[in-house]
Structures are given as C-alpha cells and as structure tokens.
C-alpha cells in the first residue's frame, strides 16, 4: 500500500498543478504528458509564457554584445570605397550608424525571437495534429499545441544557460549549435547546412525525445504509430523553418542572438 500511495503521489500534483509541468516534463516526462492530456485544457499557455519571458531576457540582455559586434564590424570599409561617390560613401555610414539604433539592437532581434517562438510554436502543432489525424487520432488540436509547448522545456533552459554565458562572457553568440564545425567556408550550399547545424544542440535533442516520449499519451495512438507521425512532422518543420533562416543569413550579415525556438 505505501508504495501504490508513492507511486500515485507525483501524477496527483501533476494534474493539480500545471506551473510544475515546468520542470516535471524533465524530470518524469511520461506520467507528465499523462496529465496534460488528461487535463485536457489550454495549458500550453503557462509553458508559452515562460519560453515569451525567457526570449525577451534574452534579447535584452544580449543587446549589448550585439551593439559591440556590429561596431566590431564596422572597422573595416568596404572594397573600392574610395571609388564610391562622395553620396554613396555618406549613404553607407549613415547606414552603419543605423544599425546601432535600439531598433536594430533591441526591438528586431525581439520581435524575431518572438515570432519564430510562436509562430514555430503554432507550425509544429498544426502539423502534428494533421498527421496524427491521418494516423488514426481524433484529438483536437490543442493536445498537439499542448505536447509542443510543454516539451520545449529544454528550450527555456537553454535561453537560461545563453542569459548566463551573454553575462559571463558579454559576447553574443553567433555560432549557435554545431554551426561552427563548418568554419567560414562559403557557398549556398554551405550557408544552408549552417543554417541546419544551427538548430542541432543537446536542447533540440531534448526536445525531439520529449516529443517522441508525449506523442502516445497525447494522440491517444499506438506508440509505432506516434512515433512515425513524430518523425515526419519533425522533417517537415525542420525545412520549413530553415528556409526562411537561410533566405534571412542570405540578405543580411548583422550578427544576432539565435532566434529562441523551435530548433
């Protein structure tokens, strides 16, 4: 009787409280994920806006560091710019100083991180939910909005450890995940399996287990079944995001802090 009663204890303060989703789904992810399907409601809402309050952290404390690289890159002037005309060259350094406005600094690496959090959020859930209706599953798409959110926990720890390495170090990270294996080599090519590399980290890692671990419990769906759902929505979200992020490395050389989630 005293171990069914020990056993028991934990998935009680689960569906009791959803603020410890928070670091349950690390700890015990399964009798978690338990809970938030059984608890059926929009509970995603309190893992969303923790991630929200750790990507603005984020993009506020870093904004410095961003501040020093672009002054950093500033040092050097381009090719043949004593051939430029007397309008372009004062063209170019007022575009140089524009940068360092809080707009550049501040607002747009917020605003990035925010929408690629949300919007990347919203993507893989949706995909989620349509491939998993094809599997058989007749859950609404809340579950999915539920299961990504919550499993992206590991994110909110890795926006904690850059927090503390951006004050530690005071420089911004600009070789986020494996990207920096590849060096400074060019090509298209190259930029594209940066941008990949970009989203491979121990956290995604983390993410993509808790996923895999939630996707039986929250589909309602035999485990082969999930999984191979979990699989292809994971495919298809990973090009779908890095397409625009190479698109954006392409037209733009302004160094920034990694936009927050989803990879």
Avoid at 201 to 209: E, H
Avoid at 232 to 246: E, G, K, R, T, V
Wanted: a positive charge.
């Amino acid at each position: 009787m005293t171990s069914t009663h020990q056993t028991d204890q934990p998935e009680t303060s689960m569906k009791s409280n959803a603020w410890q989703w928070i670091y349950q789904v690390l700890i015990w992810p399964k009798r978690t994920f338990q809970a938030i399907a059984a608890n059926g409601r929009r509970s995603w809402l309190i893992a969303m806006a923790c991630l929200s309050l750790v990507a603005i952290l984020l993009s506020l404390v870093g904004g410095p560091a961003r501040l020093r690289q672009v002054q950093m890159n500033q040092g050097e002037l381009p090719e043949d710019f004593q051939y430029w005309s007397e309008a372009q060259q004062n063209q170019y350094f007022s575009g140089q100083q524009a940068v360092q406005k809080p707009l550049f600094i501040y607002i747009l690496p917020l605003v990035a991180s925010l929408t690629k959090l949300w919007i990347g959020w919203f993507i893989f859930g949706s995909i989620l939910h349509l491939l998993m209706t094809f599997k058989g599953s007749r859950h609404p798409q809340e579950f999915y909005l539920n299961l990504v959110a919550w499993a992206s926990m590991p994110f909110l720890l890795r926006g904690l450890v850059q927090i503390v390495h951006i004050l530690i170090t005071k420089n911004a990270i600009t070789e986020p995940g494996l990207s920096g294996f590849l060096g400074d080599a060019d090509g298209r090519l190259l930029d594209y399996a940066r941008v990949l590399l970009s989203m491979v980290d121990i956290y995604a890692i983390w993410f993509l287990v808790l996923i895999f671990i939630g996707s039986a419990p929250i589909s309602g769906l035999k485990p082969s079944k999930a999984r191979w759902a979990v699989l292809w929505s994971s495919l298809i979200y990973i090009i779908l995001a890095s397409l625009p992020a190479f698109l954006m490395d392409q037209l733009s050389n302004i160094g920034t802090i990694q936009p927050f989630i989803m990879f």
